[in-house]
């Protein structure tokens, strides 16, 4: 009498564990589809079990012996061979990974919240600060407070009729006090981009060109001194033509006066050529050009930064002369995709227009 071989765990109907093991492991190798917005599993498929070798035994193969023996699973929940081989596991299940579809959509809403913080930002400091400088006897004060207050009094003043300028704020102050009044605006038009980036995943580099060679040192400073010296009159001779002679150099010679003696140099120095220039020019060429690029398209960025550039500086008259330079700061980052141009330009503009107003230049 033959006596019949030993059944083996998954015999009877019932699916063996390495069966089971096949099953989970075609099923991970599945594409899984997430809606957008959702971070989906991973997708790479599961490695299948390695192929069985000649005289080794998988889910109840016959073994040379001549009985069958059902394959027991690996603590890795993967089919052991009974030769010693191990099957690779399956890509464990539960696993996330990131998708780029799925980053956090960035554009003109950024650009709007910082630079309205940028303006908040000022006017609270400003009070708190100017309030302590004022009630302390130091100074005296015009409302508004320097440029956080600035909106309120031009609103006001259309708003009764009155022509949109600006008050400057504390009289007789030093031009230290004056950038110590600049650093909250120049700090959050320098945070705004960084906390964009870093929230949304973006490049300060691919995505908002912040970027810097030496070949931009001589182009930039070229264009900023013509665009002082050359494109700036002819537009205020064309607009002049229009609406007859203004002092349009009243606000940067109110700073200007103030640059006594050689620590006063400095501080205007470090005012118009160094702090006004790379943070504007990291907000408004950086990120705002960039996410109005993204809806209108890079030639009409140019001409709408220009215009947020221009309308940012709260003043009518030389709206013109910021507009016209925006187009060549905005040209510029587009041409060379990255900031490094428009800075040294934005640094030879301003500077060649604080040395005409200090030394009283013919061009003044």
């Not at 320097?146 to 009094?153: K, N, V």
């Not at 259309?158 to 504390?170: D, F, K, N, R, Y």
């Not at 400095?266 to 950086?286: H, M, T």
Request: charged content about 15%; cysteine-free; hydrophobic content about 50%.
């Amino acid at each position: 009498m033959t006596k019949r071989p030993p059944q083996g765990r998954g015999s009877g109907g019932r699916v063996t564990p390495s069966v089971k093991a096949a099953e989970a492991a075609a099923a991970a190798a599945e594409p899984t589809r997430t809606p957008r917005g959702r971070v989906p599993r991973s997708t790479k498929p599961a490695r299948s079990a390695a192929p069985a070798k000649a005289g080794s035994t998988k889910s109840g193969a016959t073994t040379p012996s001549g009985g069958s023996k059902a394959s027991k699973p690996s603590s890795s929940g993967g089919s052991k061979a009974s030769g010693g081989n191990a099957a690779p596991a399956p890509e464990p299940k539960g696993q996330v990974v990131a998708d780029v579809d799925d980053a956090p959509v960035w554009g003109m809403g950024d650009m709007a919240i910082w630079w309205l913080v940028s303006f908040v930002a000022t006017a609270v400091f400003s009070v708190l600060l100017g309030g302590y400088l004022v009630s302390s006897g130091a100074y005296e004060a015009f409302w508004p407070n320097e440029e956080g207050w600035a909106i309120g009094e031009v609103v006001g003043r259309i708003g009764t009729g009155q022509p949109p300028e600006v008050t400057v704020g504390l009289n007789g102050a030093p031009l230290w006090l004056q950038i110590v009044f600049q650093i909250p605006l120049w700090v959050v038009l320098v945070i705004g981009p960084l906390y964009v980036a870093r929230r949304k995943r973006l490049s300060l580099r691919n995505d908002f060109g912040l970027s810097v060679r030496a070949v931009d040192a001589p182009i930039g400073l070229v264009l900023g001194i013509a665009s002082q010296l050359l494109l700036i009159p002819a537009v205020y001779w064309v607009l002049f033509k229009v609406i007859g002679e203004q002092d349009v150099s009243a606000s940067a010679r109110a700073l200007t006066t103030r640059a006594d003696g050689v620590w006063g140099l400095v501080a205007l120095g470090l005012i118009v050529g160094l702090g006004a220039p790379i943070a504007e020019e990291i907000f408004y060429r950086g990120l705002s050009q960039h996410a109005i690029a993204k809806r209108f398209g890079p030639r009409l960025a140019i001409v709408l930064g220009a215009a947020f550039f221009g309308v940012s500086h709260l003043q009518v008259v030389q709206f013109a002369g910021l507009f016209a330079f925006g187009l060549v700061l905005g040209a510029l980052s587009e041409r060379f995709k990255r900031l490094g141009p428009a800075i040294f330009a934005h640094v030879g503009f301003n500077l060649t227009a604080a040395a005409v107003l200090v030394w009283n230049l013919p061009l003044a």
